[in-house]
């Protein structure tokens, strides 16, 4: 399996993509902020052909560029609907301060639905170029966060946390949408049933 990740944009925010191997369909993971330039470059490197955008969240961390790509490969973003009117207005989403911060940014009002738009339930099979991955909601970050579990036959269990789960950390509450307890459910119900022998690619930091 080809695992190919970098962090992108001034938050840091790692984008995935994912692909059973070179010279294969693969699925992009939260392309974020400033990911377009990185996701191109794995595309060509691999000789990878995408064919989804899978959203952990609608942080506009995580779903900057989620536009562009979707129209520029011509394919369809996958989100929980409680996060999905986050893709057109990512600003309520956020605190006052990153709302101003982010005012004089080139694109920072172009946000809008790339044109299919698929919603995810939790406990969905995705069955995406030759991978499965089962969407297991988990709100607290924000009320459609999703983790995204991979557990084929003869490879390491994986998990894709977006910002449930950090090395030495968890997800913050604090934004707009998200709640404490509601984290806490989704650690102890997502992750802590988890093996410990699963990989988590997280929305940021390291593995």
Known sequence: ???????????????????PGANSEAVII?????SRAGIEQVVAEHH???VAVILS????D?????????????IPAWIHPDDRA???????????????????VVGATD???????????DGSLLEIAGMTFT????????????AFRMMQTGAEPLMLSGDLLFAGAIGRTDLPGGDHAAMLDSLARVVLTQPDEMLVLPGHGET
């Not at 992108?8 to 993509?17: D, L, S, V, Y």
């Open 1 to 19: 399996m080809l695992i190919a990740g970098f962090p992108a944009g001034p938050f840091g925010t790692n984008c995935w993509i994912l692909a």
């Open 30 to 34: 939260d392309p974020g902020m400033e």
């Open 48 to 50: 990878l052909n995408p």
């Open 57 to 60: 969240h609608g942080h506009l």
């Open 62 to 74: 995580h779903m900057w560029s989620v536009l562009p790509v979707c129209e520029g490969y011509d």
């Open 86 to 104: 986050l893709l057109a207005d990512p600003w309520a989403g956020v605190s006052a301060e990153t709302r101003m911060m982010f005012a004089s």
């Open 111 to 121: 946000f809008a639905e790339p044109s299919d738009v698929r919603e995810l339930a």
């Open 135 to 146: 969407a297991d909601h988990a709100p607290g970050h924000t009320p459609g966060s999703t």
